[in-house]
C-alpha cells in the first residue's frame, strides 16, 4: 500500500500531492474459444473508440486548493481493455464473443454487432475539510446493429466515489476498479435484455455455423 497520506499533505500543499501516479491495469482473463452454433453470437469491435477529453492521462491529483498538482496515468489503454472486459462478460453470459477490427471486416451477419466510444475515464480527487474522495467517471456509448435493420445506442455512465478521512493513492485505484467494473457489468446486462427482447437474434443461420470449426 502506499502510504503517501493526501489528507496530511493537503494541508501543507506537498508530498504525494506532486507525484504523478499510474493505475494498474485490470487483469482481462482470456474468453474461452467455444465456437459452437448453439451459442448467441456477438461481434465486438475491438479497441473502443477512444474519444476522451483528455487521452494522454487518466486523471489528476488535487491540492487543498483544487488545483491541478500531478497526472494520474493508466497503466493500459482503457479503451482496450473495457473493450476485453465486456468480451469475457459476454462470455460468462452464454454468448459466443467474435472481436473485429471494424464492422466492415467482419464477415458474419448473425447476432448483433456492438461497437462503441469511450466518452470519459478520468479519476480525480475531491478534498473536503476532512474528507479525501477520489472520484472515478467511466462513460462509453454503444451501439448495437444487426443485419435484420437493428439500431439502438445508449450510453453507459458510472462515477465511483471512495471516500475515506485518511487517504492513501490505493483509494484512486479503487475507485478506478469499481467504475470500470460498473460500466462493464452495466454494458453486458443491456445487451443480454436486448436479446431477450429480440430472440431472433439468438438464432444461427445454417450458412454460418461453426460447430465443429476451428475459432475465427
Not at 27 to 45: F, H, I, Y
Not at 85 to 101: N, P
Amino acid at each position: 500500500m502506499k502510504q503517501c497520506l493526501f489528507f496530511l499533505v493537503a494541508l501543507s500543499g506537498g508530498g504525494c500531492a506532486l507525484t504523478d501516479l499510474t493505475l494498474r491495469a485490470p487483469e482481462v482473463p482470456a474468453v474461452a474459444r467455444q465456437c459452437t452454433s448453439t451459442r448467441p453470437l456477438v461481434t465486438l469491435v475491438t479497441p473502443l473508440e477512444d474519444n476522451r477529453p483528455q487521452k494522454k492521462r487518466c486523471g489528476m491529483k488535487k491540492n487543498s486548493y483544487n488545483m491541478d498538482t500531478a497526472d494520474i496515468f493508466c497503466g493500459a489503454e482503457p479503451a482496450q481493455y473495457l473493450a476485453g472486459l465486456l468480451a469475457v462478460e459476454l462470455d460468462k453470459a452464454g454468448f459466443e464473443v467474435r472481436h473485429t477490427s471494424s464492422l466492415a471486416a467482419s464477415a458474419s451477419t448473425d447476432g448483433v454487432q456492438l461497437e462503441g466510444q469511450l466518452l470519459q475515464f478520468f479519476v480525480e480527487p475531491a478534498v473536503g475539510f476532512a474528507t479525501f474522495t477520489p472520484e472515478a467517471d467511466a462513460y462509453v456509448r454503444l451501439l448495437a446493429t444487426s443485419a435484420s435493420g437493428l439500431k439502438a445506442e445508449r450510453d453507459f455512465y458510472v462515477k465511483w466515489e471512495e471516500t475515506s478521512i485518511v487517504g492513501t493513492e490505493d483509494n484512486f485505484q479503487i475507485a478506478a476498479d469499481k467504475a470500470t467494473s460498473g460500466v462493464v457489468i452495466n454494458m453486458a446486462h443491456a445487451v443480454q435484455e436486448l436479446l431477450e427482447r429480440y430472440p431472433q437474434l439468438k438464432t444461427r443461420t445454417a450458412g454460418n455455423s461453426t460447430q465443429g470449426q476451428p475459432c475465427s
